[in-house]
């Protein structure tokens, strides 16, 4: 699908992640290299730590960008009762105040706007989280542990048995039919759309660490089909357990480092970050008939699957380099034009290796003139918000657009060998610099990657909007 004319417009953005509650916090952060790095915000998480772990109950780091203390929310606000967000997950709630900050930002949130053409689209992971590990402890743990305790004291009375269950029971949030919509993943989106009476689609994507870069294109298609006039898409990931650290402990994934380190040469591995980001998407024609603030356009973005490989997890040179060239086939844009590309880049050697060779693929190697394009990775500051990591990258990059400046990258020193990025047309910015422009007319353009685990690939083309 060719987007010229009927370019997509990014007219509102609200986010919130590792010491930034809101936008400007967040864009004031990344201009200072500011890294959200610190120790997990609950001390219980402390009983699975051990440093020297290799089993799979075990963790080797609690090193992350958490919420911690900004992850708050009023349900009175909202109309919703106190007593349904009590054990649950928090990305329902953080949504809900997100998605209504992002539409305060693109100015519709006072004001008439087609609620009933506006659709709600975010990713979100089904894995672990508070609402399901409680359900699992009221449904099935509370009874699995009473009988351990029944078969070591065979003497034990029925009415002694009911007691103990009882006092466990109290011990764990409430489990009841108002907590019962926060257990369901779809519901983040509708419940957005409830609250916010919008009438459109809702809906969460799950494709792993491209989920909101998918959800970005599911935007984009239905305001270009004209099924939507106006797109809210982004990302969620509000709550990391210490079993969602547990299952990349046991693949190595995780660095051992206190902050991850894109691309350098001590890189051993990414950390996980919390937060949440939503954009409000408009066509441009309508953007401009309206007096919007336009952000940044959405010039083109190619999504692609790895196909047959040797394994599940690995990323695969072929897929992502399918993925960045659908991009500028949709876009019809020369990548050579591009100046900022905010890699997918986790801090993971081999991901990182290989998205800089399949980048290098589509735009070419390194001339005599040396680098001429700008490279970085939002997660040496936030870490890897999975679902929300796309989200974060658009902002980061739209923002940059927007202020024409090109924001640094912490925790890089000097390149990883494997990298060969001296061979390449990338430099790895550490430095707030100004976006100094000589395109030969063409705009200032961003490249945002989102590679997610199990095969999926995706690359979004931002433009600065031009009067």
């Known amino acids: 699908?060719?987007?010229?004319?009927?370019?997509?417009?990014?007219?509102?953005?609200a986010a919130m992640f590792a010491d930034a509650p809101d936008v400007g916090s967040y864009w004031n952060n990344i201009l200072a290299g500011h890294c959200a790095m610190a120790d997990h915000p609950d001390p219980g998480i402390r009983r699975y730590y051990d440093p020297d772990a290799d089993t799979f109950e075990r963790i080797y780091t609690i090193r992350g960008a958490f919420l911690g203390d900004l992850a708050t929310f009023n349900p009175l606000e909202f109309g919703v009762m106190p007593d349904s967000i009590d054990g649950v997950e928090p990305d329902h709630f953080l949504a809900l105040n997100t998605a209504r900050a992002a539409l305060e930002d693109a100015g519709l949130l006072n004001k008439d706007f087609p609620r009933e053409r506006t659709d709600i689209i975010l990713g979100h992971g089904v894995y672990v989280n508070p609402s399901n590990v409680n359900w699992i402890q009221h449904g099935l743990v509370l009874d699995q542990t009473v009988d351990v305790i029944r078969g070591l004291f065979p003497d034990m009375t029925d009415a002694q048995a009911a007691d103990i269950h009882k006092t466990l029971k109290a011990k764990l949030p409430p489990m009841n039919a108002s907590t019962i919509p926060a257990m369901i993943p779809n519901v983040i989106a509708g419940r957005i759309a409830n609250r916010l009476d919008l009438k459109g689609a809702n809906y969460i994507v799950d494709a792993a660490c491209a989920s909101s870069l998918v959800a970005l294109s599911h935007?984009?298609?239905?305001?270009?089909?004209?099924?939507?006039?106006?797109?809210?898409?982004?990302?969620?990931q509000a709550c990391m357990l210490a079993q969602d650290?547990?299952?990349?402990?046991?693949?190595?994934?995780?660095?051992?480092?206190?902050?991850?380190?894109?691309?350098?040469?001590?890189?051993?591995g990414t950390l996980f970050g919390e937060g949440v980001g939503i954009a409000v998407l408009k066509r441009r024609k309508d953007a401009e008939r309206d007096g919007d603030r336009i952000y940044a356009v959405i010039k083109g973005y190619g999504i692609s699957s790895d196909g047959k490989s040797q394994g599940?997890?690995?990323?695969?040179?072929?897929?992502?380099?399918?993925?960045?060239?659908?991009?500028?086939?949709?876009?019809g844009v020369d990548p050579q034009t591009v100046g900022l590309i905010e890699a997918h880049a986790t801090g993971i050697p081999l991901?990182?290796?290989?998205?800089?060779?399949?980048?290098?693929?589509?735009?070419?190697?390194?001339?005599?003139?040396?680098?001429?394009?700008?490279?970085?990775?939002?997660?040496?500051?936030?870490?890897?918000?999975?679902?929300a990591a796309g989200i974060a990258s658009v902002i980061k990059a739209a923002l940059s657009l927007y202020h024409k400046v090109l924001p640094p990258t912490a925790n890089f020193e000097k390149p990883h060998p494997k990298l060969g990025i001296e061979e390449t047309p990338f430099y790895v910015n550490?430095?707030?610099?100004?976006?100094?422009?000589?395109?030969?007319?063409?705009?200032?353009?961003?490249g945002v990657s989102a590679m997610g685990f199990g095969g999926i690939n995706s690359h979004v083309l931002l433009e600065e909007a031009r009067s």
């Open 1 to 13: 699908m060719k987007m010229h004319e009927d370019d997509v417009a990014i007219v509102g953005m």
């Open 219 to 236: 935007g984009v298609n239905n305001l270009l089909l004209g099924r939507c006039d106006v797109a809210m898409v982004g990302g969620v």
């Open 351 to 387: 991901g990182d290796s290989i998205e800089i060779q399949a980048l290098t693929d589509v735009y070419g190697k390194r001339n005599g003139r040396g680098p001429t394009c700008a490279i970085g990775s939002v997660k040496s500051m936030i870490g890897h918000c999975v679902p």
């Open 245 to 268: 650290l547990m299952t990349f402990c046991q693949i190595g994934a995780l660095s051992h480092h206190p902050a991850p380190r894109p691309f350098d040469a001590d890189a051993d």
């Open 430 to 446: 550490t430095e707030l610099r100004p976006w100094i422009h000589a395109g030969g007319g063409e705009p200032r353009r961003a």
């Open 312 to 331: 599940l997890l690995a990323p695969r040179f072929e897929g992502e380099v399918l993925a960045i060239r659908r991009a500028y086939e949709t876009s």
